[in-house]
């Protein structure tokens, strides 16, 4: 992509306006702490002490509207604390500016390497910087910092306070979450009806999984309605994929294909009656004809072989999740075929009711299990190792968060000494604006540069309108800015844009509290918010950390994961009694979050402006799909895994004893620019299908499987870069 293109994009993307579903009671909340604080300082007859002051309450309140799983009040007093010692330690250095230099760059840094913790944390880090840089430019001794800073803390305090006082739709995030993975299961269902190979995004499963980790307090107050439908969700996805592929499921064409395109259209209508009952906190409504669907016809379409079994099993589970979800009411809900015993009369198969149901039960169980013991979150003393643990392993020259936390380090040194040069007061916008709007990629760090700049033009003309009309006096000024906080915590979500406009006009009515000239408040906010921009777009230029040069790493940490997942779902199949759930389980988790790391990195990649001297983009895509495929081939067969009485498997056995070393020289041959062969897999697989003669799922699906991983091979061999290093010899082909 040119550099051209790319600003077009970024300014692009900086600019949209999303439709979002809005929260103005949450709003209302977080600006009620604001009020308080800064009706509280003006109450004591100090407007100067008010303007900086709330900015404690405003940033607890910005950081607590994140999506994070962690409880708000928690998250207001943590962003308060940070909040209060940055404010102190500032005052102590500002008045030697090269001592406030170093300490900027110092604090910068750490804010910057927050990111290597996550999302939220690198917001809170961010709002410490900036509110060192407002803060302390309010001339005070020692006393009054700690007063300062207490005054801060203060209104993280209230925040924390109101969110536990006013609680607003307690456990929402947690039922979204677990509302979206199930609307995602039924979305994926109805495309399995017109493509039995549709991929899925497993990121709603993900954001389910996390939101279902929970403190042990938390895990004894949490809904019914919380506890077992994610974990069954989770077993659905493979059951409908078993289902509608033609291979290990319903054939192409026929009566069973109109038998599995009802039972999908039906799954469909009852995930999202579930996901509809578990947002709202309401009994599950089914309607007849989805139940009648359901029910085991004793004429029709009859259902054969592995797809028997998967309608067996997703009756099962389906009933099961209308029951764990459909607690308070449970005369509502109509019972299934299944859940009547006759489940057998499918095909005339006795042990239609005992598969089925018996399923049902040890998948509930298990999701049962996983709920109340595998995902409590761990207390904030075990979580400051981890943390710890994530900086030393972001900690490295090529990290895009040491090298993002390096230069917004830099660039704040550089902005705070050129706007104390420049001829304006508050000088501090400059850092302020490249500050916020410095994100670890490229894409986003340029789209909210130019967000930023046009947001603040909008928000300084209109406030700067209303200033010279109204002439507005301290409280009528504090009213206006409450009202500005209101509309930003209410349109926080709509883009970058509108609540930069919202925090423009905030600032200009907040320090006409303290009776600044609204003339220069305007003339400097835009120049300095203009010098702040270019500075994080010059210094992303010079000092880049492009994600395009990674993606074969990244590719080759998604196939190393898929890897181990495919091979303990085959061992399992080749030897049932030493099957470890648990081990198949992780291995899949794992899994995701490589593919999530992928996609965010191919994402990125998208919006650089650099030759690709990874991967091109269309070799890039066409190798993604390739690993979702061969991630959905193993899925399938993880829903048929046998029971653990079954007889082993010496082809599944043959199969992964040669998959393991195949595996290994692959992700070494990706990261290398190497060829990929798969001729003797290939050729343990033809000698087990042919001993089979293609009779059962685990020889059907490894034959998908490889076709999975020569769809890899070709997609690699096709990038340019590839095969000219190929043709060098620069990795032998192993035989």
Not at 27 to 34: D, L
Not at 388 to 396: F, K, M, N, T, Y
């Amino acid at each position: 992509m040119t550099w051209s293109r790319a600003l077009k994009d970024a300014a692009r993307s900086g600019l949209t306006i999303e439709r979002t579903k809005l929260t103005p009671l949450i709003a209302v909340r977080g600006t009620a702490g604001v009020a308080l604080v800064i009706g509280l300082c003006l109450w004591r007859g100090n407007p100067a002490l008010a303007v900086s002051s709330a900015f404690g309450a405003f940033s607890s309140g910005i950081v607590t509207f994140q999506r994070s799983m962690r409880p708000r009040p928690v998250l207001a007093l943590a962003v308060a604390g940070a909040l209060a010692v940055s404010t102190f330690l500032g005052y102590l250095a500002a008045a030697h500016v090269a001592a406030f230099v170093v300490l900027l760059a110092g604090w910068t840094l750490l804010a910057g390497m927050a990111w290597a913790i996550g999302p939220v944390s690198g917001l809170a880090g961010t709002q410490t910087v900036a509110i060192m840089l407002v803060t302390v430019t309010l001339p005070t001794s020692v006393l009054g910092a700690l007063e300062h800073a207490a005054l801060i803390f203060f209104g993280g305090l209230v925040q924390a306070t109101l969110i536990v006082v006013f609680p607003v739709r307690p456990w929402g995030i947690q039922r979204d979450a677990l509302a979206d993975a199930l609307a995602a299961e039924a979305d994926y269902a109805r495309r399995l009806r017109h493509d039995p190979v549709a991929p899925f995004d497993p990121a709603p499963l993900m954001d389910a999984r996390l939101a279902a980790t929970v403190t042990a307090r938390q895990a004894r107050r949490r809904p019914v309605q919380l506890h077992g439908p994610r974990g069954l969700a989770e077993r659905v996805r493979p059951v409908l994929a078993s289902l509608a592929d033609p291979v290990v499921g319903a054939p192409l064409e026929g009566p069973e294909r109109d038998r599995a395109r009802d039972l999908l259209a039906a799954a469909a209508t009852v995930l999202d009656a579930v996901a509809h009952a578990v947002r709202h906190a309401r009994p599950v409504r089914l309607p007849p004809e989805a139940m009648a669907t359901l029910e085991v016809p004793a004429t029709g379409p009859m259902l054969n072989g592995p797809a028997r079994r998967s309608a067996y099993r997703l009756i099962s589970l389906l009933a099961d999740a209308v029951e764990l979800t459909d607690e308070p009411v449970q005369a509502t809900r109509p019972t299934t075929e299944a859940e009547r015993g006759k489940g057998g009369r499918e095909q005339g198969s006795p042990g239609g009711r005992e598969q089925g149901s018996q399923g049902g039960r040890e998948h509930g169980s298990q999701a049962g299990r996983e709920q109340g013991s595998h995902l409590l979150r761990p207390s904030v003393p075990r979580l400051v190792p981890a943390a710890l643990r994530s900086l030393h392993r972001e900690a490295r020259w090529s990290s895009h968060i040491f090298r993002h936390a390096l230069r917004v380090a830099v660039v704040a040194a550089v902005g705070y000494l050129l706007g104390t040069a420049l001829p304006f007061g508050h000088g501090y916008w400059a850092p302020l604006a490249s500050v916020m709007v410095m994100r670890p990629d490229f894409a986003q760090t340029y789209s909210r540069g130019v967000a930023r700049f046009c947001g603040t033009l909008v928000g300084v003309a209109v406030a700067g309108t209303v200033m010279a009309l109204v002439h507005p006096g301290a409280y009528v000024s504090a009213a206006l800015a409450v009202v500005c906080v209101w509309l930003m915590y209410l349109l926080m979500r709509t883009g970058f844009s509108v609540t930069s406009a919202c925090v423009s006009a905030y600032v200009v009515f907040l320090l006409g509290i303290a009776g600044a000239g609204w003339e220069q408040t305007v003339q400097e906010r835009v120049v300095l918010t203009l010098v702040g921009g270019l500075l994080a777009m010059l210094s992303y230029a010079l000092f880049p950390a492009w994600e395009t040069p990674r993606l074969r790493d990244r590719l080759a940490d998604w196939l190393d994961a898929n890897g181990r997942y495919a091979l303990a779902v085959w061992e399992a199949c080749a030897r049932p009694a030493a099957r470890r759930p648990r081990q198949v389980r992780e291995a899949l988790l794992d899994a995701r979050a490589a593919r999530a790391a992928w996609e965010k990195s191919e994402d990125r990649a998208e919006k650089e402006p650099v030759r690709h001297r990874g991967l091109s983009p269309g070799s890039a895509k066409a190798a993604g799909t390739a690993l979702a495929t061969m991630g959905r081939v193993t899925m399938i067969l993880e829903a048929h895994l046998p029971a653990k009485d079954s007889e082993p498997s010496a082809g599944a056995a043959a199969f992964a004893a040669e998959l393991r070393p195949g595996l290994e020289r692959a992700t070494r041959a990706v990261r290398e620019r190497g060829p990929l062969n798969w001729s003797a897999l290939r050729t343990v697989w033809e000698r087990w299908d042919a001993e089979t003669g293609s009779e059962g799922v685990a020889p059907r699906a490894a034959g998908l499987l490889l076709d999975a991983l020569d769809e890899l091979a070709e997609a690699l061999s096709g990038d340019p870069e590839a095969r000219e290093e190929g043709a060098q010899g620069t990795i032998p082909r192993p035989q």
